[in-house]
């Protein structure tokens, strides 16, 4: 299957590089923006990846929000990243996340493994590894 990472959103646009910079012009940012919704209309799901050492952010929110207009008919899966250890989110975060959500919120650690088979599990359920023509498919 293929993996798409579109850019970050940054729906305010003043986020600061980390050289003091302000971000890319605003032409830029709906350039990224178009594209990342062609990607996401295109998908078979769309992640939603969310800091689980930080919580649900307002900008987040604003990333859901975003998603949840664009994504059309495509399944939005959220899941919250750093949950290693058997870190839990508050109910409040994930409430927050909830709402965006199609699937999850589910609780992973990219660095440690954990809940990466749940969050494989869902891609799978949506059919986002299923083949795409008979050619794919034929062993």
């Given at each position: 299957f293929d993996v798409v990472d579109t850019p970050g959103l940054e729906l305010d646009g003043n986020r600061e590089a980390d050289?003091?910079?302000?971000?890319?012009s605003p032409e830029l940012g709906?350039?990224?923006f178009r594209a990342a919704g062609r990607e996401i209309l295109e998908a078979d799901a769309a992640l939603l990846l969310l800091d689980g050492a930080v919580g649900a952010t307002g900008a987040d929110d604003d990333a859901g929000r975003w998603l949840r207009r664009h994504a059309g008919a495509t399944p939005r899966?959220?899941?919250?990243?750093k949950c290693e250890d058997g870190r839990e989110v508050s109910a409040a975060d994930w409430a927050a996340a909830a709402k965006?959500?199609?699937?999850?919120?589910l609780l992973v650690s990219a660095l440690h493994g954990d809940g990466l088979p749940d969050l494989a599990e869902a891609l799978l359920g949506l059919g986002a590894c299923a083949?795409?023509?008979?050619e794919a498919a034929a062993p």
């Open positions: 050289d003091g910079q302000r971000g890319a709906e350039a990224l899966v959220v899941a919250f990243n965006h959500a199609d699937v999850g919120p083949p795409r023509t008979a």
